[in-house]
């Protein structure tokens, strides 16, 4: 027997005059539309007794119907949302000032007078086929760029998959790339997207022209610029606070958070900034993790954002210290070190020894030298034993595989321990912590990197 019949879903607000007159319906509404909260609901009655001499049977479990609210309030509160996100990325520096956007202009403008990095600006250098990698841009052209007084930290990167120089220009940060074409005037074969020229340049330069055509394929296929670019904002800030931005400890690089991003967008085109922000996670996090209601009234954005507790949630850390005699040797020592971290994290894998890296970059003021320290968590599933001095023996093997590596390594040096929570730094201690839900919804992500 039915006890109740279906009721199709009615506007949150103004509530039906039958609903409010029968007492069914409580709520209050102050002037204009509410503010976001639980949304109410109806329950069925309890059935009648049963005839006398029938057994008892447990009651049926009540029937929820829960009201859904008007379109009206959903997009104002959607608009709401997506403003609170601009200006929160606008208040955590996220966003350039027209200050910083005509400084970055002018920064392009005076670098491509000298003849033609976590960086601000990536720049291509395109040379013709008399000018070397080897020779020109890491020699010649580093020269130029030492000599102008806006540079400094000038430091280069020769044997990653990507070589590139990376300096400082006017304190913005550079990350410098170059590609030798195959012809005799640069200019004249400007355009990147030339198949017949991308079949005659080498691997290394195929490599840096395909960062800047894909940026450019990227920007052309989504339907919103603008949206995809706050996107991507809100998703590099959010991956920066929790430790997932570095790609050479196995996460994503910024290309690829573009790609997801741009996926988005192209698939959700009318979807406001906030709603694409939430499609991005319920798209790509591929495991179940419960989210908020977004209509909650007390929702922070500054809840996602939170940095990650490492301090809650290790308690022993790998110690990574790099030395150099100089701050510009520390910046090439470094550089090649990052680049070689994969071997590193491998060599603990096989080891049987789980590690959170921690992408932050800190600094042992109590060495006089110049250095740079990083800490990784170590997962804490078992009893955790590490060699440091055999763990550093193998990895100095692959930083000291060729001659380039054998320079570095000349005065700069690395050492490895294991150090607990009273030897981490204070800025990797947290004193606020997020929700149960963000936290949760990072597990999943971090275990699918």
Same mark, same amino acid.
């Given at each position: 027997?039915?006890?109740?019949?279906?009721?199709?879903?009615?506007?949150?607000?103004?509530?039906?005059?039958?609903?409010?007159?029968?007492?069914?319906?409580?709520?209050?509404?102050?002037?204009?539309?509410?503010?976001?909260?639980?949304?109410?609901?109806? +329950?069925?009655?309890?059935?009648?007794?049963?005839?006398?001499?029938?057994?008892?049977?447990?009651?049926?479990?009540?029937?929820? !119907?829960?009201?859904?609210?008007?379109?009206?309030?959903?997009?104002?509160?959607?608009?709401?949302?997506?403003?609170?996100?601009?200006?929160?990325?606008?208040?955590?520096?996220?966003?350039?000032?027209?200050?910083?956007?005509?400084?970055?202009?002018?920064?392009?403008?005076?670098?491509?007078?000298?003849?033609?990095?976590?960086?601000?600006?990536?720049?291509?250098?395109?040379?013709?086929? !008399?000018?070397?990698?080897?020779?020109?841009?890491?020699?010649?052209?580093?020269?130029?760029?030492?000599?102008?007084?806006?540079?400094?930290?000038?430091?280069?990167? /020769?044997?990653?998959?990507?070589?590139?120089?990376?300096?400082?220009?006017?304190?913005?940060?550079?990350?410098?790339?170059?590609?030798?074409?195959?012809?005799?005037?640069?200019?004249?074969?400007?355009?990147?997207?030339?198949?017949?020229?991308?079949?005659?340049?080498?691997?290394?330069?195929?490599?840096?022209?395909?960062?800047?055509?894909?940026?450019?394929?990227?920007?052309?296929?989504?339907?919103?610029?603008?949206?995809?670019?706050?996107?991507?904002?809100?998703? $590099?800030?959010?991956?920066?606070?929790?430790?997932?931005?570095?790609?050479?400890?196995?996460?994503?690089?910024?290309?690829?958070?573009?790609?997801?991003?741009?996926?988005?967008?192209? $698939?959700?085109?009318?979807?406001?900034?906030?709603?694409?922000?939430?499609?991005?996670?319920?798209? +790509?996090?591929?495991?179940?993790?419960?989210?908020?209601?977004?209509?909650?009234?007390?929702?922070?954005?500054?809840?996602?954002?939170?940095?990650?507790?490492?301090?809650?949630?290790?308690?022993?850390?790998?110690?990574?210290?790099?030395?150099?005699?100089? !701050?510009?040797?520390?910046?090439?020592?470094?550089?090649?070190?990052?680049?070689?971290?994969?071997?590193?994290?491998?060599?603990?894998?096989?080891?049987?020894?789980?590690?959170?890296?921690?992408?932050? /970059?800190?600094?042992?003021?109590?060495?006089?030298?110049?250095?740079?320290? +990083?800490?990784?968590?170590?997962?804490?599933?078992?009893?955790?034993?590490?060699?440091?001095?055999?763990?550093?023996?193998?990895?100095?093997?692959?930083?000291?595989?060729?001659?380039?590596?054998?320079?570095?390594?000349?005065?700069?040096?690395?050492?490895?321990?294991?150090?607990?929570?009273?030897?981490?730094? $204070?800025?990797?201690?947290?004193?606020?912590?997020?929700?149960?839900?963000?936290?949760?919804?990072?597990?999943?992500?971090?275990?699918?990197?």
């Amino acid at each position: 027997m039915a006890y109740m019949t279906a009721v199709a879903p009615v506007p949150w607000w103004p509530p039906p005059p039958e609903l409010a007159h029968a007492g069914l319906l409580v709520a209050s509404s102050p002037a204009g539309y509410p503010e976001p909260q639980t949304l109410p609901f109806l +329950f069925a009655p309890l059935p009648p007794p049963p005839p006398a001499g029938c057994p008892l049977l447990p009651p049926p479990a009540p029937i929820v !119907i829960q009201l859904q609210p008007h379109p009206s309030l959903l997009a104002e509160v959607d608009h709401r949302r997506s403003s609170s996100l601009v200006q929160f990325l606008k208040d955590e520096g996220a966003v350039l000032s027209p200050e910083d956007e005509n400084k970055r202009e002018k920064v392009i403008r005076e670098l491509k007078k000298a003849h033609g990095p976590e960086s601000d600006i990536d720049l291509l250098c395109l040379g013709p086929c !008399i000018a070397t990698l080897q020779y020109h841009f890491f020699v010649v052209l580093r020269q130029i760029l030492q000599g102008r007084p806006e540079v400094s930290e000038v430091h280069t990167v /020769e044997k990653a998959k990507v070589p590139l120089m990376r300096f400082r220009f006017t304190g913005i940060a550079v990350d410098l790339t170059y590609a030798q074409l195959p012809v005799i005037d640069a200019l004249k074969a400007i355009n990147t997207f030339s198949p017949q020229l991308l079949q005659k340049i080498d691997t290394r330069s195929w490599r840096s022209l395909s960062g800047v055509r894909v940026n450019e394929q990227i920007v052309q296929l989504v339907p919103n610029a603008e949206k995809f670019q706050t996107l991507l904002r809100c998703i $590099k800030l959010w991956a920066r606070k929790r430790g997932l931005h570095c790609h050479y400890l196995g996460f994503f690089a910024g290309i690829h958070l573009a790609i997801l991003a741009a996926y988005v967008c192209r $698939k959700f085109p009318d979807a406001s900034v906030s709603g694409l922000f939430a499609v991005f996670f319920q798209t +790509f996090a591929h495991w179940p993790w419960q989210v908020p209601d977004p209509l909650r009234h007390d929702f922070q954005w500054s809840w996602l954002f939170e940095p990650f507790p490492y301090d809650q949630k290790y308690q022993q850390f790998l110690r990574i210290a790099l030395r150099a005699p100089t !701050i510009a040797e520390l910046g090439d020592w470094a550089g090649w070190v990052k680049s070689r971290f994969r071997f590193l994290i491998l060599k603990l894998e096989r080891a049987g020894i789980e590690c959170d890296p921690c992408p932050s /970059e800190e600094v042992d003021h109590t060495d006089n030298d110049p250095n740079v320290v +990083f800490y990784w968590g170590l997962i804490p599933k078992r009893i955790i034993q590490v060699d440091t001095s055999s763990l550093k023996g193998d990895f100095m093997e692959d930083l000291t595989n060729d001659v380039y590596g054998t320079v570095k390594c000349t005065h700069s040096d690395v050492t490895i321990s294991v150090v607990g929570l009273p030897q981490l730094p $204070k800025s990797m201690c947290s004193r606020v912590y997020p929700p149960a839900v963000h936290a949760a919804l990072y597990d999943g992500l971090r275990g699918h990197r």
